[in-house]
């Protein structure tokens, strides 16, 4: 099973800055099969991006994500105050599909 | 639109099994894949496995392997999930999400709350 991991637990900013997420991958993922979730309290996650830097539908262009083999970030670029929540990264390039733990990213 | 709707919450005794549903609209369902995933109560998400609405195919969560069965019923373009030998720990909010192409999520129901308690 492919664990990923994380960084930071927990992300302290304030809107307009740039918001940094880490996720690392315990071998390296076959293809670019990794994706980002957003999920608010008592919601079900969102799809923010797939296949590392793939943009659903609809959502906005201050989030970008990156990466390769076992590194990957997902990017907000100016915070607006309806981005604060928990962030999970996904990836689906084995069979046995995973998530990260998440990473809450809360107002400064 | 694409829609999932899943059945209402649940309580159950340990050793007992519950069977939750997903009832999609909006879409042709044997186009696309159904997985369930869930969440503890201030947990992170856990992948439970993945159907085909196509031919009925399945992947389990090793973890889960022997315990949970996926069907689908594409009369209705519906969804099932049974989790079988409850425990305490299986007490979570239970979510199907579509397949958009190859294991990314791109539309989820509301969720199934399942609370296991003696």
């Known amino acids: 099973e492919i664990v990923l991991?994380?960084?930071?637990?927990?992300?302290?900013l304030s809107p307009g800055q740039r918001a940094t997420l880490s996720c690392g991958a315990s071998q390296r993922l076959s293809s670019s099969y990794l994706a980002w979730y957003q999920q608010k309290p008592g919601l079900a996650p969102r799809?923010?991006?797939y296949d590392v830097s793939?943009?659903?539908t609809g959502i906005p262009d201050r989030f970008s994500g990156s990466g390769s083999g076992t590194d990957f970030t997902l990017t907000i670029s100016r915070l607006e105050p309806e981005d604060f929540a928990v962030y999970y990264c996904q990836q689906?390039?084995?069979s046995q599909y995973t998530f990260g733990q998440g990473?809450?990213?809360?107002?400064? | 639109q694409v829609q999932l709707?899943?059945?209402?919450?649940?309580?159950?005794?340990?050793?007992?099994s519950v069977?939750?549903?997903?009832?999609?609209?909006?879409?042709?369902?044997?186009?696309?894949?159904?997985?369930?995933?869930?969440?503890?109560?201030?947990?992170?998400?856990?992948?439970?496995?993945?159907?085909?609405?196509?031919?009925?195919?399945?992947?389990?969560?090793?973890?889960?392997q022997g315990r949970v069965t996926m069907t689908r019923d594409t009369s209705t373009?519906?969804?099932y999930m049974e989790l079988r030998s409850l425990r305490s720990d299986d007490t979570a909010v239970y979510y199907c999400a579509r397949e958009k192409y190859s294991g990314e999520f791109d539309y989820w129901g509301q969720g199934t709350l399942v609370t296991v308690s003696s």
């Open chain 1, 103 to 108: 990473t809450r990213l809360e107002i400064k």
């Open chain 1, 54 to 56: 793939s943009r659903a």
């Open chain 1, 5 to 12: 991991t994380q960084s930071p637990a927990t992300l302290s």
């Open chain 1, 92 to 94: 689906y390039g084995s």
């Open chain 2, 19 to 64: 069977k939750v549903s997903c009832k999609t609209s909006g879409y042709t369902f044997t186009k696309h894949g159904i997985n369930w995933v869930r969440q503890a109560p201030g947990q992170g998400l856990e992948w439970m496995g993945w159907i085909s609405a196509f031919n009925g195919n399945t992947n389990y969560a090793q973890k889960l």
């Open chain 1, 47 to 49: 799809l923010l991006i």
């Open chain 2, 5 to 16: 709707e899943q059945s209402g919450p649940e309580v159950k005794k340990p050793g007992a």
């Open chain 2, 77 to 79: 373009s519906t969804a």
